[in-house]
T-cell receptor, first 109, second 115 residues
Framework: GQNIDQPTEMTATEGAIVQINCTYQTSGFNGLFWYQQHAGEAPTFLSYNVLDGLEEKGRFSSFLSRSKGYSYLLLKELQMKDSASYLCAVIDSNYQLIWGAGTKLIIKP | EAGVAQSPRYKIIEKRQSVAFWCNPISGHATLYWYQQILGQGPKLLIQFQNNGVVDDSQLPKDRFSAERLKGVDSTLKIQPAKLEDSAVYLC?????????????FGPGTRLTVL
């Protein structure tokens, strides 16, 4: 079966750095997305990785290792507005998007 | 550029009643998706359209759910009759259907409560 694992919940302090991990086991791989979802709102696109390495976009960076079936989202200089769920999603060999359950990130002052 | 539009935003019905949701994708987007998201879970794909054709409806409970995209633009999702376990947020997303990175853009969702 296809599986994406993320921690259910994480807590971090305002101004700090947090890393949210995602491991996947899918039938094939054609890319990985990270989405942010604030409570009661729709997911919004954060990043896309298809090659190994780090993609940096402002305070957010996403890393991919295809050989390890592993990705992480790194959030720097955390702000209270970063409190949200972060969803990892993988495109499989049929070009279908397989979603993780999401990691709820709580930011404390 | 206008985003994905959905209506209604909220709906409360009793079990065994019928309900319909509407979605208008981003202009020019060929691919349209309907997802069901239960609280604390990731989105679950119900159906994917490419223009007005169905690409994937393997997880759509066809005995009670139906969806159409007749003119290849907006779409409706219907539940008839509703069950308690259908309480969820129904998300519509669209993508261009082209290029190497086919990013999905989501609408605000419809929160359905079945009593």
């Amino acid at each position: 079966g296809q599986n994406i694992d993320q921690p259910t919940e994480m807590t971090a302090t305002e101004g700090a750095i947090v890393q949210i991990n995602c491991t996947y086991q899918t039938s094939g791989f054609n890319g990985l997305f990270w989405y942010q979802q604030h409570a009661g709102e729709a997911p919004t696109f954060l990043s896309y990785n298809v090659l190994d390495g780090l993609e940096e976009k402002g305070r957010f960076s996403s890393f991919l290792s295809r050989s390890k079936g592993y990705s992480y989202l790194l959030l720097k200089e955390l702000q209270m507005k970063d409190s949200a769920s972060y969803l990892c999603a993988v495109i499989d060999s049929n070009y279908q998007l397989i979603w993780g359950a999401g990691t709820k990130l709580i930011i404390k002052p | 550029e206008a985003g994905v539009a959905q209506s209604p935003r909220y709906k409360i019905i009793e079990k065994r009643q019928s309900v319909a949701f509407w979605c208008n994708p981003i202009s020019g987007h060929a691919t349209l998706y309907w997802y069901q998201q239960i609280l604390g879970q990731g989105p679950k794909l119900l159906i994917q359209f490419q223009n007005n054709g169905v690409v994937d409806d393997s997880q759509l409970p066809k005995d009670r759910f139906s969806a159409e995209r007749l003119k290849g633009v907006d779409s409706t999702l219907k539940i008839q009759p509703a069950k308690l376990e259908d309480s969820a947020v129904y998300l519509c997303a669209s993508s261009s259907g082209q290029g190497d990175v086919d990013t999905q853009y989501f609408g605000p969702g419809t929160r359905l409560t079945v009593l």
